[in-house]
């Protein structure tokens, strides 16, 4: 009978060197991926970061109604972060100017002091009551504002004063249903119709942050709305990308007179990314070209 002598290999087939190296990358890039979603998805570090550009944010070159809004409600919602919800807002007020941060400072220290007396006193559920608190913590302290720097209070000022707490009174009732939003588990199941207009105003209310910074002649600004816009045309279609379109375009002209016209081109390039949204990510971005383009027809260049 014959042998036959067979040699096993002593190492493991590699295989080519190319395939080897593209799987490695590839799971390199996942893992990446992977790590950075799950830093900037954490609620501590969308807390810093939303905190710091509402920090920033004015509206009609003086009127600042998010942050008191803002911190109300990570008072009411998460307690054990409120202090990181301050921090990041004075920082992001210091960037501003000193009367900013003092003004945020003086309304936040009205607010913990009548919240603690209202407590003892009203027994309804805190969340049906902190949005008038909020409104009667930003009165008072632009009220003592004005009347310290300008030795009297005008009639202007007062009615200024009465717009800027109506909306921090509204904003807080907005973040209420939007902040939310942000925890893991709500990223599972589909948001009413409400749920996406407040999520949409918390995102232009934290657009307004960043207005006047450029990268290299690029308006972050004007990125970030864009992006915003293509997104949930792409998600929602034309209904909800028209509307993004028309709340981050008002909200972003209201803090910046000079970008009036982006309420329209948002709006406009929004209907037309959500009506080409079967064409995919191309025919999305294709709609927002077209709207600039024919926007900027009709505009000075």
Known sequence: MQNWNIQTPTQPIVPPKSHRTGFR???????????????FLRWEVACLLIGFLLGRALILTNMAPFGLAFFATVFLSRPTRKWLALISLLAG???ISVSHAGFLMTSVVLFIVIRAVLIRLIKQEESKWI????FASSLLARLVIDYFTNGNLAPSDEM???VEAGLGFLLSLIFLQSLPLLAPGIRKRALKNEE????????????TGSIGWDIKGISVEHVLSRYFVLTFAYVGGAAIGSTVGVV???IVSLANVSSLYQMSLLAFSGLLGGLLKEGRRWGVGLGLVIGTLLIGLYGSG
């Open 160 to 162: 200024l004063s009465v």
């Open 25 to 39: 990358f590839k799971s390199l890039s996942n893992k990446i991926s992977a790590s950075l979603g799950s830093v």
């Open 248 to 250: 981050i375009g008002l």
């Open 93 to 95: 007020a210091a960037t």
């Open 131 to 134: 949005p008038y608190l909020v």
């Open 196 to 207: 996406i207009i407040c999520f949409i105003i918390l995102l232009a209310s934290v657009l």
